[in-house]
């Protein structure tokens, strides 16, 4: 299931629950035809399993691959229980699995408290039925252990879908808490740089607005040293966003390991080897950033691996998670704008599935190339 979005894994979820009950119908049905019932205990049970069939289904189907409420299906839970005591009291012990499954759609469906009684009950309701049922002592509690079992997986995986979407969710609230604390950083950075040096242009014009009738030479003064001040903010905010537009290739990749690391994804990245050209690390720099985002959004990666080496004159730079999403690195979502990036140092870029459930993206790029005029 991994790669998959929330509502996948509910409905992949919901169709194994199916399954494994169409498992137990059809293993009772094999053990009760071995005894040659009459035909209308086969009309009986044939209406039997379509009653419990279609209950099960829209009770787990409705609850777990669509996320509708619990407590909604309380008649499904009762009509489905009924039926499977009654199978298994009126045609035999071989429709012991029945009341099991019941319960675990009871867990499925209903609330905590209720959920945890009604299978109680249920496993005690199959007890008492196996005692009336004449069953020896070590086949009555076989029967019990393995209901007992059933409920308890049924219940886990019907688990399995909310924690899914939670995952989903904390991984969107960490890529956006991501891009809020860089703006966050990249405002106390402007304010930092622009802050001090426009206070101290506006205090010495203010000067030089009072100082210009009674004396020109102090408040001419005055404007030279706001228009110095003024030259050297535009300066510190130059480097600023050259700072942000050409950031190293190492501090993308500590930034991205850490991202990765408080969203519980293990990241391991190799060395940046020396001499890279800074437009070489601009250009890359946004190929990690913008790949390690695409992890975070739209993967269930638990591992990423960032490879770079230096081959025949070319940066080569891998990232390659291990649990691919339905839209990782989708055509349109980012890779437009990297290959671009990257065509100004005459590199390229490739992405898709790894073959082994994962997904890859490569770049490389010249070392000695000249930054196309953009």
Same mark, same amino acid.
């Given at each position: 299931?991994?790669?998959?979005?929330?509502?996948?894994? !509910? /409905?992949?979820?919901? %169709?194994?629950? $199916? =399954?494994?009950?169409?498992?137990?119908?059809?293993?009772? *049905? &094999? #053990?009760?035809?071995?005894?040659?019932?009459?035909?209308?205990?086969?009309?009986?049970?044939?209406?039997?399993?379509?009653?419990?069939?279609?209950?099960?289904?829209?009770?787990?189907?409705?609850?777990?691959?669509?996320?509708?409420?619990?407590?909604?299906?309380?008649?499904?839970?009762?009509?489905?229980?009924?039926?499977?005591?009654?199978?298994?009291?009126?045609?035999?012990?071989?429709?012991?699995?029945?009341?099991?499954?019941?319960?675990?759609?009871?867990?499925?469906?209903?609330? !905590? /408290?209720?959920?945890? %009684?009604?299978? $109680? =009950?249920?496993?005690?309701?199959?007890?008492?039925?196996? *005692? &009336? #049922?004449?069953?020896?002592?070590?086949?009555?509690?076989?029967?019990?252990?393995?209901?007992?079992?059933?409920?308890?997986?049924?219940?886990?995986?019907?688990?399995?879908?909310?924690?899914?979407?939670?995952?989903?969710?904390?991984?969107?609230?960490?890529?956006?808490?991501?891009?809020?604390?860089?703006?966050?950083?990249?405002?106390?950075?402007?304010?930092?740089?622009?802050?001090?040096?426009?206070?101290?242009?506006?205090?010495?014009?203010?000067?030089?607005?009072?100082?210009?009738?009674?004396?020109?030479?102090?408040?001419?003064?005055?404007?030279?040293?706001?228009?110095?001040?003024?030259?050297?903010?535009?300066?510190?905010?130059?480097?600023?966003?050259?700072?942000?537009?050409?950031?190293?290739?190492?501090?993308?990749?500590?930034?991205?390991?850490?991202?990765?690391?408080?969203?519980?994804?293990?990241?391991?990245?190799?060395?940046?080897?020396?001499?890279?050209?800074?437009?070489?690390?601009?250009?890359?720099?946004?190929?990690?950033?913008?790949?390690?985002?695409?992890?975070?959004?739209?993967?269930?990666?638990?591992?990423?691996?960032?490879?770079?080496?230096?081959?025949?004159?070319?940066?080569?730079?891998?990232?390659?998670?291990?649990?691919?999403?339905?839209?990782?690195?989708?055509?349109?979502?980012?890779?437009?704008?990297?290959?671009?990036?990257?065509?100004?140092?005459?590199?390229?870029?490739?992405?898709?599935?790894?073959?082994?459930?994962?997904?890859?993206?490569?770049?490389?790029?010249?070392?000695?190339?000249?930054?196309?005029?953009?």
């Amino acid at each position: 299931m991994g790669g998959r979005t929330p509502a996948a894994v !509910a /409905r992949t979820v919901a %169709w194994l629950i $199916l =399954l494994t009950a169409a498992v137990f119908l059809a293993e009772g *049905l &094999l #053990l009760w035809l071995r005894h040659r019932p009459a035909l209308g205990q086969v009309c009986l049970a044939a209406v039997g399993m379509l009653a419990f069939a279609v209950t099960f289904s829209r009770m787990v189907y409705d609850v777990v691959a669509r996320g509708t409420g619990r407590d909604r299906h309380l008649v499904d839970v009762a009509l489905c229980t009924s039926v499977a005591f009654a199978m298994l009291l009126l045609l035999g012990g071989a429709w012991g699995a029945l009341p099991s499954l019941a319960a675990g759609a009871a867990v499925v469906s209903l609330g !905590a /408290r209720r959920s945890v %009684w009604a299978a $109680l =009950l249920i496993l005690l309701g199959t007890a008492l039925s196996c *005692l &009336l #049922l004449g069953m020896p002592a070590d086949l009555l509690v076989d029967v019990v252990v393995r209901s007992a079992v059933t409920v308890v997986v049924i219940g886990a995986l019907g688990l399995l879908p909310p924690f899914a979407r939670e995952i989903h969710d904390n991984r969107a609230e960490l890529a956006r808490m991501a891009v809020l604390e860089e703006r966050l950083r990249f405002a106390r950075d402007l304010h930092d740089v622009l802050g001090h040096g426009l206070s101290v242009v506006g205090m010495k014009l203010e000067v030089a607005l009072l100082l210009q009738r009674t004396d020109p030479d102090r408040a001419r003064t005055e404007i030279e040293e706001a228009l110095g001040v003024s030259r050297s903010s535009v300066s510190d905010l130059r480097s600023l966003v050259h700072g942000y537009r050409q950031p190293s290739l190492r501090s993308e990749l500590e930034g991205v390991c850490s991202v990765l690391g408080s969203a519980g994804i293990s990241c391991r990245a190799d060395q940046v080897p020396p001499g890279i050209p800074q437009p070489v690390q601009e250009a890359v720099g946004w190929v990690v950033r913008e790949g390690v985002t695409n992890v975070l959004r739209h993967s269930t990666a638990t591992e990423c691996r960032i490879k770079l080496r230096v081959d025949d004159g070319r940066l080569l730079v891998e990232i390659v998670n291990d649990r691919a999403g339905d839209r990782d690195m989708a055509p349109g979502n980012g890779l437009r704008g990297l290959r671009e990036r990257l065509a100004g140092v005459a590199g390229e870029l490739t992405a898709g599935p790894d073959g082994n459930g994962g997904f890859r993206l490569l770049a490389h790029a010249p070392l000695d190339s000249t930054p196309a005029q953009r």
